[in-house]
């Protein structure tokens, strides 16, 4: 997974625990997509204490990744609602009673709100 | 949820974001069922510091979980694919067909793996 990418996912499961100025600091980064330096105009503060920030909020995100496996936990979950929706899509193609074609239909919806 | 239940769920998910000494003092407490005496005679310490260290961890679990919700999300995940099952035993009821029948049973065992 790309680091970028991943270090987003990571601050959706754990953003709540950070402190608030780190919170907004990532949000702006990796939400709004702001450069270093404007996140440090906003902040009042230097490019380097904003790159400082970003650095240890990564390091603080993947210790808790490292102790609760969230998001390894989500992504195997995922894997198991994509693979269940497939077979389900099986299964409709035999099937030609209608009213059991809307039942796995809904079934399917349902199962794609968790993914 | 009974208070003891709840907490005992907590420790489940975020216990590796407890120290060594107060995850091995809620271990013995609500996975091995011993008694505060029993708790601090194995510590070497009192009655009153081990109560106090479940205190402390039952707020610290409370905070977690007031942050990040996955004892809740997760209730809510497991009624949904409780809900998906009972569908898919109704849809069961309906087919005939032997190979259908094998693959709607398997995709439930798929979900039960999860719940």
Request: aromatic share 8%; proline share 0%; glycine share 4%.
């Given at each position: 997974m790309e680091k970028r990418f991943e270090i987003s996912l990571l601050f959706d499961?754990?953003?709540?625990?950070?402190t608030e100025k780190q919170r907004d600091v990532m949000d702006l980064y990796f939400n709004n997509d702001l450069s270093l330096s404007e996140i440090a105009e906003i902040n009042n503060t230097s490019r380097q204490a904003t790159h400082d920030t970003i650095k240890t909020c990564e390091k603080v995100l993947l210790v808790y990744e490292e102790?609760?496996?969230l998001l390894n936990k989500d992504h195997k979950l995922k894997e198991t609602l994509?693979?269940?929706?497939?077979?389900?899509?099986?299964?409709q193609i035999d099937?030609?009673?209608?009213?059991m074609h809307q039942l796995i239909y809904d079934i399917k919806a349902q199962?794609?709100?968790?993914i």
């Open positions: 499961f754990y953003g709540e625990l950070l102790k609760l496996k994509k693979n269940i929706i497939l077979e389900l899509d099986n299964l099937i030609k009673d209608e009213k199962i794609s709100e968790n």
